[in-house]
């Protein structure tokens, strides 16, 4: 981080100052009017803005509080670490948290080289980045969540980037716009937070909770069917595109939950049904190639006999007579 924004950022507060000098509660009169804690953005926004920032207050235990705006929290140095529903959420610099306004939540008590800046954003700062998300994904499932004012349902998503340097430079420079109260920061914020949520889009794999559906077991779940169903052409370009992630994110997914690639899925599901063909039926090897998606009549035979150790004539030979297919 710039050295001079980081300086800014980590100034001791007088609100901090207080607790430093004793004070063993957080002072809620600067955050809420009400009696419940419900922390009222309009303390914090200047008039007609649609976001602000300001760092976490640290040297006290962040209350269990909740907000009538939508929160996104960024670790710029040290670590902060949220009680959300009975977890734990630990963040690291680069980490990115999302809530919206109906999550309850706590913070430990941060030290003075703890530095998690919190984005103060009413829902209509979403509209521009909302338009920037062309498919139905996990990131627009929640800004549209956000906008449901009959819906009070808790929603958060936290991505442990630790550092993915796009997605820092776009903070970075939102925290500064505000800081220096630049002009037209509202929409040059909401386009940069667009761009953010572009970039999250190819580290969904980084995605560490999600408190709604899992995300994650939603694209393996979808992978799997169109394997099974598609073996034949199957390529991962159509799952990525269908979840608007990028080709090496889908990957990365794929294999961080089932310890195959999109490839080696396929391959087991292909050779699964050639298997099949060789023991049920009297169809020529070349056809039962062709039949499962290989063109390459040379490509299938190697990858067969890499498999199991014998050609498919052989494997045929060998295992006419079973009852079970092996797979």
């Not at 949520?197 to 069917?225: G, P, R």
């Amino acid at each position: 981080m710039d050295k001079w924004l980081l300086e800014q950022i980590q100034k001791v507060t007088p609100e901090e100052q207080g607790y430093l000098d004793g004070e063993e509660q957080v002072n809620r009169e600067i955050y809420t009017r009400k009696e419940n804690f419900e922390i009222d953005p309009q303390l914090f926004l200047k008039q007609g803005k649609l976001v602000t920032v300001r760092h976490h207050s640290r040297f006290i235990e962040f209350p269990e509080h909740k907000h009538n705006y939508i929160e996104i929290v960024y670790v710029c140095a040290g670590e902060i670490t949220h009680y959300i529903d009975g977890k734990t959420l630990s963040m690291q610099p680069g980490d990115l948290l999302l809530m919206n306004q109906h999550v309850k939540h706590s913070v430990k008590r941060a030290e003075l080289g703890d530095i998690g800046i919190n984005f103060i954003a009413l829902p209509e700062f979403f509209d521009i980045p909302l338009q920037m998300m062309r498919r139905q994904n996990v990131i627009a499932d929640f800004l549209l969540g956000t906008l449901r004012q009959n819906q009070n349902v808790p929603q958060y998503l936290l991505f442990q980037l630790r550092g993915q340097k796009q997605i820092s430079n776009l903070m970075e420079n939102m925290i500064a716009s505000v800081v220096c109260n630049s002009e037209n920061e509202d929409v040059i914020n909401q386009y940069s937070m667009g761009l953010v949520f572009l970039y999250l889009l190819n580290q969904i794999d980084k995605l560490a909770h999600n408190s709604s559906q899992n995300y994650e077991d939603v694209v393996i779940q979808s992978t799997l069917k169109y394997i099974d169903t598609q073996y034949r052409t199957a390529v991962l370009s159509r799952i990525a595109e269908d979840f608007n992630l990028s080709l090496s994110a889908a990957s990365r997914l794929i294999k961080k939950s089932t310890g195959f690639t999109f490839v080696e899925l396929l391959m087991r599901k292909r050779f699964q049904k050639a298997l099949m063909f060789l023991v049920e039926t009297e169809l020529p090897v070349e056809q039962i190639a062709a039949n499962i998606g290989y063109e390459n009549q040379s490509y299938f035979y190697r990858q067969f006999k890499a498999q199991y150790g014998v050609t498919p004539s052989q494997y045929r030979a060998e295992h006419k007579n079973d009852l079970q297919i092996r797979i």
